[in-house]
Nanobody, 122 residues
């Protein structure tokens, strides 16, 4: 069993920055894709960013390209999401997720964190 615990959410004004962290514990093999998803009010849960076991970073959601950056620290079993130039539309619950092997589509997610709220005010 894998546990994913997010931190770093909060309230920020538009244009500000936040850094989310996801600490993984339990049986973490390091051979699975990690991703950040988000779900805003009345919206579908969408994948924001993913990083593959090889360290290659997957495509970002169009809405966050150039503003968000995913990274990982294997020694700490932690994945980060650096969010810059935040907009009110970025307001959502952000979830850390572990996929299956190199698959990080929503249908292939095996473990979810509990989520951390990000609120961006105008």
């Amino acid at each position: 069993q894998v546990q994913l615990v997010e931190s770093g959410g909060g309230s920020v004004q538009a244009g500000g920055s936040l850094r989310l962290a996801c600490a993984a514990s339990g049986y973490t093999s390091g051979h699975n894709c990690m991703a950040w998803f988000r779900q805003g009010p009345g919206k579908e849960r969408e994948r924001v960013a993913a990083i593959y076991p090889s360290g290659v970073i997957g495509s970002y959601a169009d809405s966050v390209k150039g503003r968000f950056s995913i990274s990982q620290d294997n020694a700490k079993n932690t994945v980060y999401l650096q969010m810059n130039s935040l907009k009110p539309d970025d307001t959502a619950m952000y979830y850390c997720a572990q996929g299956s092997g190199s698959w990080c589509t929503r249908a292939r997610i095996k473990y979810w964190g509990q989520g951390t709220q990000v609120t961006v005010s105008s």
